[in-house]
Structure formats: C-alpha cells, structure tokens
C-alpha cells in the first residue's frame, strides 16, 4: 500500500526517488546554500581548511551581507570583505552587497531564488522562512554550510510533523504574525523540537505570501526544523511573477502526523509576546490595559520587513506623530521594498510622522546596530526574538507584535492596538 505523505517526506521522496520514514538519517543533494556576514566567514575559514579550492556549484551558493551592514566597526567591515573575497574568487554570481541586496529572508524569495520543493540549507536560523513557498528549508551551523561548499551534500534527519489546521477567516489588522505567536503561546518554545510545522486547512487560502513567509520565520521559535505550507494557487502566482513554474506539492490526505493543533482564525485577537520568550503571548485587550511605556518601536527584520508589513504600518501612523518620549525606526526589507515603499508614498508618511527609515538591514534585531538599547529600556518590535539581551543591554525588555501593533504603540508611547488610535 502506498505511504499517505507529509509536504516534507514527499520533498524528501522526490529528491531520492522512494518513501522516506521519520527518524531515517538521510545525505541528500542541496539545491541553495546559503550564508551571510556573520556565518559565511567561518564557513569559507572551514572550507579552506578542509583544503577546498573551489566551491561544489557557485550557482548553488548565495551569499548576502546583511547583519552588520552597512558596517557598523572594523571588525564587520573585515567580515564583509572576506566573504566579497570568496564570491568573486570562486565565480559566486549570487552575491548581494549593501546597496543591491536586503535582509537575506526577504531577499532570495524576492528574487526568485527559491522555488517549491527545494532543499535550501542556510547557516542562519530564520532559513526556515523559505518554507511558505513549499521548500524544504532549514537552518544549519557555519560548519555543516562548509560541507556544502565542499560537496553540496547535508546529512538530515527525517523530522516527525505537527499539523497545524487554520479555519476561518482574519480579523481587520490580524496578521501572520499574531498567528504565529498564538501558536507559540500554545505549543511553547520546545513544542515542536526537531519537528516539522505543516499549516492546512481552509485558512491558508486567506493568508497572504508576506504573512506565510513571517510565519515559516518563527516556526523554528518553536524549536522547529522548519515550517511549510502546501503550493497552492497563492504560491503559484507568486512563482510565476518572477519566472518560477512551481510543482504541486501538498500533503496526502492523511499521513501520520505526531500532533494537529486546531486554530480559528475568527477568534484570533492582536498578538503581544512578553519579554524573555516568544511565546509568553497576551491577546492585546489584555496587554493595553496595563499601558506599559515604551522607548522604542522597531518595524522591521527578516520577520516584518516586506511590503504588507510596511502598508500596513504606514496606514495606523498616517497623518500622526510618533510620542515625544517613543524612537520608531523603520527598516525595510530589501532594496527593492526601499523603493517600492518610496514609490507608494510610505517612506514620506514615515518621515513626517517622525520615524527614523535606516537602509535594508538585521541591524537592531540582534543587537547589531541601528537601534541597540538601553539598561531599562522598553521596545515593542516587529522582530522574531524577544530573548534577554537580544536587542542590547540585558536589562532591557523586547515584547514581540505585529507591524499594527507596532505602530498604534509608537504613537501613543504605550503598548495598545490600532483601535487605540
């Protein structure tokens, strides 16, 4: 009898060519490698002292300096320069500088470097964003990112799957990202360790890409391997746009899942996440009634930095000023969310409502630069990690939210919601 099939086993089954079961340890041929200013560096050192010279395929390898860029010291200017060392020494055409590139996340399904069923191996957490266009997409160490380098090849264990069926249909301002945090406030931050998040059911066809890429993002702040959705004709569209002819690849009707968690859609409120994890949800009727001050708002990251995120702050913060006492930087995604923000008039309703716009970059999300704060400094940031320390000083606090969220907060100098406005 043939095997009833998560997304993931038959990405895995089609690139060998047979069934796969969960907890097989399988060597399988990458199709993206990817690496940034932070993780490239020790992979190249690694790869040159495992005595390789040239790169398996330079066309299956993107590098993207993006973290510290532009560069905040010398010591990330050396980290960029050896990584533009290694891309032209080895014929990498796949290479994005500041000026040409983004946050690597927003950056390669823009561009069209993805396309559903995939291998996508990258030496960075959030890699696991790719799973919104059915790819199989995971975070690895700098080391095993040399490995590709050498041989384009990664040992992966088959991880089990947990479905998540969404029903019903979003409330005005709800987004992916107070979706994602519900389902991290349910199933907390070990809930799916070395599993797989699949998301069916109706709900999904309501769910925008922008908001499917910001909740394959997190589904590793669940300890996840990955998170994908099924191609569908959302995923199709989005393929095509930029020259993709996508296979179909959605789940058997039904495989052996390890867990399926219900969510309805038309019950979900605003999302807040309390400092020191994501998952420390509150529904924002709960968390504006304590109208906690905040310092500084950051709407932005390789979670929040794409053009729905951008619109929809734009349309809470239009014509208002943000708080006296309250910072609000905006960082776009990519160059090309730069100028399609500028070209919709965004950038001008930033300016005006007193918003700091900083170039395409991670930046403040880990404590990089262009936003690093304070001992007792309160933020509300539309980025995926609220961890102590992550955003500067470890006695300040970060409380997770959407760019609606965000906004409605940097106006008021406290954390509420856009029906707060």
Same mark, same amino acid.
């Given at each position: 009898?043939?095997?009833?099939?998560? %997304?993931?086993?038959?990405?895995?089954?089609r690139?060998?060519?047979?069934?796969?079961?969960?907890?097989?340890?399988?060597?399988?041929?990458?199709?993206?490698?990817?690496?940034?200013?932070?993780?490239?560096?020790?992979?190249?050192?690694?790869?040159?002292?495992?005595?390789?010279?040239?790169?398996?395929?330079?066309?299956?390898?993107?590098?993207?300096?993006?973290?510290?860029?532009?560069?905040?010291?010398?010591?990330?200017?050396?980290?960029?320069?050896?990584?533009?060392?290694?891309?032209?020494?080895?014929?990498?055409?796949?290479?994005?500088?500041?000026?040409?590139?983004?946050?690597?996340?927003?950056?390669?399904?823009?561009?069209?470097?993805?396309?559903?069923?995939?291998?996508?191996?990258?030496?960075?957490?959030?890699?696991?964003?790719?799973?919104?266009?059915?790819?199989?997409?995971?975070?690895?160490?700098?080391?095993?990112?040399?490995?590709?380098?050498?041989?384009?090849? &990664?040992?992966?264990?088959?991880?089990?799957?947990?479905?998540?069926?969404?029903?019903?249909?979003?409330?005005?301002?709800?987004?992916?990202?107070?979706?994602?945090?519900?389902?991290?406030?349910?199933?907390?931050?070990?809930?799916?360790?070395?599993k797989?998040?699949?998301?069916?059911?109706?709900?999904?066809?309501?769910?925008?890409m922008?908001?499917?890429?910001? $909740?394959?993002?997190?589904?590793?702040?669940?300890?996840?391997?990955?998170?994908?959705?099924?191609?569908?004709?959302?995923? &199709?569209?989005?393929?095509?746009?930029?020259?993709?002819?996508?296979?179909?690849?959605?789940?058997?009707?039904?495989?052996?899942?390890?867990?399926?968690?219900?969510l309805?859609?038309?019950?979900?409120?605003?999302?807040?996440?309390?400092?020191?994890?994501?998952?420390?949800?509150?529904?924002?009727?709960?968390?504006?009634?304590?109208?906690?001050?905040?310092?500084?708002?950051?709407?932005?990251?390789?979670?929040?930095?794409?053009?729905?995120?951008?619109?929809?702050?734009?349309?809470?913060?239009?014509?208002?000023?943000?708080?006296?006492?309250?910072?609000?930087?905006?960082?776009?995604?990519? *160059?090309?969310?730069?100028?399609?923000?500028?070209?919709?008039?965004?950038?001008? %309703?930033?300016?005006?409502?007193?918003?700091?716009?900083?170039?395409?970059?991670?930046?403040?999300?880990?404590?990089?630069?262009?936003?690093?704060?304070?001992?007792g400094?309160?933020?509300?940031?539309?980025?995926?990690?609220?961890?102590?320390?992550r955003?500067?000083h470890?006695?300040?606090?970060?409380?997770?939210?959407?760019?609606?969220?965000?906004?409605?907060?940097?106006?008021?100098g406290? $954390?509420?919601?856009? *029906?707060?406005?």
């Open positions: 009898m043939k095997k009833e099939m998560t %997304i993931t086993e038959k990405i895995l089954a690139k060998l060519g047979r069934e796969v079961e969960p907890g097989e340890f399988l060597l399988l041929e990458v199709d993206v490698g990817l690496g940034n200013d932070i993780t490239a560096p020790l992979a190249i050192k690694e790869f040159q002292k495992y005595g390789g010279r040239k790169v398996f395929n330079p066309d299956k390898i993107v590098l993207v300096l993006d973290h510290f860029t532009p560069n905040k010291d010398i010591k990330s200017a050396q980290q960029s320069k050896l990584v533009r060392c290694f891309a032209q020494e080895q014929g990498i055409k796949k290479f994005f500088d500041e000026g040409r590139g983004g946050i690597e996340h927003v950056l390669l399904p823009e561009e069209g470097l993805i396309k559903p069923g995939d291998l996508v191996v990258g030496a960075d957490s959030h890699t696991c964003t790719y799973g919104a266009l059915g790819a199989l997409a995971v975070g690895v160490g700098s080391t095993d990112l040399a490995g590709v380098f050498l041989c384009g090849q &990664v040992w992966l264990r088959v991880p089990e799957t947990i479905k998540i069926e969404l029903v019903g249909n979003l409330r005005e301002y709800v987004s992916g990202k107070d979706i994602v945090l519900k389902i991290l406030s349910i199933i907390g931050v070990d809930g799916a360790n070395y797989v998040l699949e998301f069916g059911g109706d709900g999904v066809k309501k769910i925008s922008d908001s499917r890429f910001t $909740i394959s993002n997190m589904a590793v702040e669940a300890g996840a391997k990955t998170g994908v959705f099924p191609v569908d004709d959302k995923t &199709v569209e989005y393929c095509q746009e930029r020259g993709i002819r996508p296979v179909e690849i959605i789940a058997d009707p039904a495989p052996n899942y390890a867990k399926e968690i219900k309805n859609l038309d019950d979900l409120d605003l999302q807040v996440a309390y400092p020191y994890l994501p998952s420390k949800g509150k529904d924002i009727q709960e968390a504006a009634k304590e109208k906690i001050k905040i310092d500084q708002v950051v709407i932005g990251s390789c979670t929040n930095g794409r053009m729905e995120d951008l619109r929809m702050a734009a349309s809470i913060l239009k014509g208002g000023r943000v708080y006296r006492k309250t910072r609000c930087i905006i960082i776009p995604g990519s *160059q090309q969310v730069y100028y399609q923000a500028l070209k919709e008039g965004l950038i001008e %309703i930033f300016v005006k409502s007193d918003c700091v716009i900083a170039p395409p970059t991670c930046g403040p999300c880990l404590g990089g630069h262009m936003g690093v704060v304070a001992e400094e309160k933020v509300v940031a539309t980025t995926n990690r609220n961890f102590v320390g955003m500067g470890p006695r300040s606090e970060i409380y997770l939210a959407s760019p609606a969220v965000a906004a409605a907060s940097a106006l008021k406290y $954390i509420c919601g856009p *029906q707060s406005i």
